[in-house]
Nanobody, 126 residues
Framework: QLQLVESGGGLVQPGGSLRLSCAAS????????IAWFRQAPGKEREGVSC????????YYADSLKGRFTISRDNAKNTVYLQMNSLKPEDTAIYYC???????????????????WGQGTQVTVSS
């Protein structure tokens, strides 16, 4: 069974950090672009970050640059999203998605993806 599984979410105070993981099972992530999206209650899903197959290309939503860092460890078949200086407005369900193309491209936020995870809840609150 081919699937993506996110983990690492939870409750954190404002200013805190979390590292989300996106692990693949049933396929190797080496040949896939991986993106993170999030959806807050009552809001549309939005792109957070994207990383190319080789890790040379990384993209971020403008509002998140400097606080979030995406990385991948192909040997562990896992992609990470390090989130620092978290704010209450970062509260959302975070999803990872995989697509079999070599690079994210400038239109990564609106592109289609082959696989999606079930999501992990991130809550930033005091």
């Amino acid at each position: 069974q081919l699937q993506l599984v996110e983990s690492g979410g939870g409750l954190v105070q404002p200013g805190g950090s979390l590292r989300l993981s996106c692990a693949a099972s049933g396929f190797t992530l080496d040949y896939y672009v991986i993106a993170w999206f999030r959806q807050a209650p009552g809001k549309e899903r939005e792109g957070v970050s994207c990383i190319s197959r080789s890790s040379r290309g990384t993209y971020y939503a403008d509002s998140l640059k400097g606080r979030f860092t995406i990385s991948r460890d192909n040997a562990k078949n896992t992609v990470y999203l390090q989130m620092n200086s978290l704010k209450p407005e970062d509260t959302a369900i975070y999803y990872c998605a995989a697509d079999a193309r070599p690079s994210c491209g400038s239109t990564w936020m609106g592109a289609s993806y082959d696989y999606w995870g079930q999501g992990t809840q991130v809550t930033v609150s005091s």
